[in-house]
């Protein structure tokens, strides 16, 4: 097969856009010109990546399989034009850390300043990132070092658990549950749960539903919400129950109740780095004495 970048480059941005007219536009190209390039490579390929209908396009099974691969070509690609402008780090060097809102009520903040005042030539960023594009982005370069929660074992890249964290229940003040001081999984089964959103935070969101489905019951009642002040916005006011990690009790105090749940896995935190990445060890001192 010999495919150029273009095509995968196309192909990955159309895989996560799912629309023509949008992707076309990020590329820098006409509608037809990305067509033809994703044609052209369904042909080199062997197999429709890519069904097409009057309500956009969606990936077939082959897609899917296919993406992963053109996912990390087009990362190396990437990777490779990053890595030799961050060989030596300079006045004008900046260090790219990506996290999920979470992260920044665990120590992550006070990291970042001592590794300011470590590494006085380097600019440090913290951004906060979506779940389902930190890991790429630290595999392409654009990021040089992420924090998420149970990230997926990578080849390529290097992991390290800073934190583990209870479960605590968080619920409005009256609530029924709210005199107790402790609980369990099945204390939850007639309540509806306030879970991370499915699509913005994926792997999180399946990480709760593992242990919530098998323990509280099958055919969950939640709402989904894509940041934990909405989560715990929405608690606050009633519309159900928000399991979340201890430290997050002090993200909303005031008009909440928290309370101890027993039987639920720890929550770990991940600080993740490209192990070839040239500022590896400004990642590694990040990462290290939480």
């Given at each position: ?51 097409r ?17 053109a ?21 004008s ?35 906060e ?20 929660y ?7 890249i ?38 991370p ?9 399946r ?50 109740h ?33």
């Open positions: 097969m010999d495919t150029d970048l273009l095509s995968l480059r196309a192909f990955v941005r159309l895989a996560d856009e799912l629309n023509f007219s949008r992707s076309a536009a990020a590329l820098h190209m006409s509608a037809p010109k990305l067509t033809r390039l994703i044609q052209t490579l369904e042909k080199q390929v062997g197999v429709r990546l890519l069904a209908s009057t309500h956009g396009a969606s990936l077939t099974a082959e897609g899917l399989e296919f993406l992963q691969s996912h990390r070509i087009v990362a190396e690609a990437d990777w490779v034009g990053r890595r030799f402008s961050k060989q030596r780090v300079t006045s060097a900046t260090f790219m850390v990506g996290c999920l809102a979470g992260s920044l009520y665990e120590p992550l903040p006070e990291h970042i300043r001592s590794a300011r005042k470590a590494h006085p030539k380097l600019q440090i960023r913290v951004v990132v979506e779940e389902s594009t930190l890991t790429r982005q630290v595999l392409d370069g654009a990021l040089d070092m992420g924090f998420l149970s990230p997926e074992p990578d080849e390529m290097e992991r390290r658990v800073v934190s583990r964290r209870r479960q605590w229940v968080a619920m409005s003040p009256d609530h029924p549950l709210s005199k107790r001081k402790q609980l369990s999984l099945k204390d939850l089964r007639p309540y509806t749960l306030i879970l959103d499915e699509k913005g935070a994926p792997r999180l969101h990480w709760y539903r593992q242990f919530l489905d098998l323990e509280v019951r099958h055919n969950l009642s939640y709402i989904g919400a894509n940041q934990i002040h909405v989560a715990l916005g929405l608690c606050a006011a009633g519309e159900g129950l928000c399991v979340v990690a201890e430290h997050l009790r002090r993200v909303r105090s005031d008009d909440l928290f309370v101890p749940l027993l039987d639920a896995p720890q929550t770990e935190l991940a600080a993740i780095w490209r192990a070839d990445s040239p500022v590896r060890q400004v990642a590694q001192f990040i990462a290290s004495g939480w």
